[in-house]
């Protein structure tokens, strides 16, 4: 199994571009799962939603999850804090990729995803897990960076790139447990 992040700020695409990716990898024949963040309180699949978009797009699973609930639907009673790993132990070991939406702050390789119109800071020089920037406007990045930069609006390019890395996106949980 393969495991990526898409880190960014509400408004900077992420969930547009994870929508985009699905259907491209799935056409590689891969079998992708998402992992999504929501806030404490959420519905799953009404339509517009982030969860319902996945889905529609293809993904062969969706786990969202807060403090107060996760879906593949399970209420909890107390708050359990579930990290971006229980999540992902959750899903079938039989699917090649998970896309992971929303954990900012997970130890697992990311892409940021950043906007410049958007005028939030960018998180790559701090944070040591960020593998590539996905943008817009690349132009206007604030600080120079060794990672590679990609365009935000070439969908099929970014998994081009994820499946040529494919080696460093390698999950083992073991190291998690």
Do not use: C
Not at 44 to 55: A, C, F, L, P, S
Not at 100 to 105: I, P, S
Not at 118 to 131: E, G, H, L, M, W
């Amino acid at each position: 199994m393969k495991v990526v992040g898409f880190a960014g700020f509400s408004g900077s695409g992420k969930t547009s571009l994870v929508e985009r990716l699905i259907p491209l990898m799935r056409l590689k024949g891969l079998r992708v799962s998402v992992v999504k963040h929501a806030h404490h309180r959420f519905d799953i699949d009404q339509v517009g939603k982030d969860t319902y978009r996945h889905r529609e797009a293809g993904a062969f699973e969706v786990v969202v999850a807060s403090s107060k609930r996760l879906a593949l639907m399970r209420e909890f009673e107390q708050d359990p804090q579930l990290s971006v790993h229980q999540l992902i132990a959750e899903l079938d070991a039989r699917v090649d990729w998970v896309l992971v939406e929303g954990f900012k702050d997970a130890d697992l390789p990311k892409i940021e995803v950043w906007r410049a119109q958007s005028k939030q800071a960018v998180r790559y020089p701090d944070d040591a897990f960020i593998v590539a920037i996905a943008t817009d406007s690349p132009e206007q990045l604030p600080q120079a960076t060794p990672q590679p930069v990609l365009d935000l609006n070439d969908a099929a390019a970014l998994v081009d790139w994820l499946t040529l890395h494919e080696n460093r996106f390698d999950y083992q949980p073991e190291n998690f447990a």
